[in-house]
Structures are given as C-alpha cells and as structure tokens.
C-alpha cells in the first residue's frame, strides 16, 4: 500500500472490508496502461450488478488516452477536470437507457434506470480496486456536450464520467487538487441518514 493509499484507507476500526475501506478517487493517475484483461474484468463486474427487472439499463463508451473516445469524454469535462483527467489512461461514460426494452413493461419508463447505472458504476469501482487500480467518478462535465459528441439516443439518461487507471505522483496536480489528493477522509456519522421515521435516527 503506498503511503497515500495509507492516508486514505477508512479507519480500521469500521471493521470495513479492506475493498471497501481502500476504495477511493484520486486525481493523480500514472502513465501505465490498463490491460485488456483487467478492463474485461472491471466490465464484467459492472455486468452482474442488480437492476430493476434484471433490465441492465447501463450503457458505458469506453475510451483509452489518445483516442477518439477518450478524446471527446475529455472535452465533455469542465476545464478544472480536464487538467488532471488527461493523465488518466481510461475515461468511461455512463449512460442509463430511461425506459424498459420490450418484455412485460415494454417501453414503460424505468424511474430506476441510473440507480442501477450506479449499482453497476459502484461494481465497476470495487473491481478495480481489487485489482490494484483507482477509479474516479466525475459529475463536472457537460451532459449535453457529451450527447451530441457521441449521438446519444434521447431515451439515455446520461450518468457520470470517469477516470480509471493507477495512482500517479500528486506532484502532476494543481496546487488545489493537490491538497484534495492528500487530505484525510471523513463521512457523515450513520444516524445522519439512516432513519427509523424521517430525521430520526434508527437504532441498529
């Protein structure tokens, strides 16, 4: 574990599997590629997410630094994000199809299709993690940009960007990224959102 990792890993006293615990986004990204295998893998992990009706709505474009793809999610991204996901050697794209395929709700809309787009997002993540590499999901981008640079059928709702790839020198960032790549993680206590009636916390 490098000393970052370190830094970042939830406390061990959660009793958190290490998955888990070691899971998290850094903005720093090496030059070294990602495999075929391990992309095929992160995919497939992404694949055996549970969706509503077993209707898999994801959808995600996959790009490698330097070509088309990854070129046009990087130019969908604010400026801010630009600069530190150029050095990413994968984008991704999420993308939830907004209405069921034909079967027993044939064309009905599916309120859940980007819930279960983050289910397979979130799948997506924790296999790359175990396999060594750190992912990043980026809201700052421009959706409409990003329809229009890949013809996005009006039926998708599109989800999150992200950056795959492994940990880089937080040297290469801007002073600010910099500081956000080495600070020390927190999160809301559990009875800020785990509820027994609206805003009372439940007793687990």
């Known amino acids: 574990m490098s000393d970052l990792d370190h830094v970042k890993h939830a406390p061990a006293e959660l009793g958190l599997h290490d998955l888990l ?3 998290w986004s850094p903005r ?4 070294k590629p990602v495999t075929t295998e391990d992309l095929t893998k992160i995919f497939t ?3 055996w997410a549970a969706s509503s009706a077993n209707e898999q709505p994801w959808r ?7 070509d088309d793809t990854f070129s046009k999610i990087l130019d969908s991204m604010v400026e801010a994000n630009q600069a530190w996901a150029q050095h990413a050697p994968v984008l991704v794209l999420s993308t939830g199809k907004s209405t069921f395929s034909p079967g027993p709700f044939g064309g009905a809309p599916n309120p859940y299709a980007l819930h279960d787009t983050g289910a397979a997002s ?11 590499l750190h992912t990043h999901g980026i809201g700052g981008f421009d959706r409409e940009k ?3 640079h890949f013809n996005i059928p009006a039926d998708f709702e599109i989800g999150a960007s992200w950056a795959i790839g492994y940990l880089g020198d937080p040297a290469i960032l ?11 993680r927190t999160r809301k206590p559990l009875s800020a959102f785990v509820f027994s009636t609206w805003d009372t ?4």
């Open 28 to 31: 720093a990204y090496s030059d």
């Open 146 to 148: 990003a329809r229009a």
């Open 21 to 23: 615990a070691s899971r």
């Open 174 to 184: 801007s002073e600010r990224a910099r500081a956000m790549e080495t600070f020390t």
């Open 45 to 47: 992990a992404a694949a």
């Open 60 to 66: 995600f474009l996959v790009g490698r630094n330097g």
């Open 122 to 132: 979130a799948n997506m993540s924790l296999e790359a993690t175990a396999l060594g």
């Open 201 to 204: 916390p439940a007793e687990l």
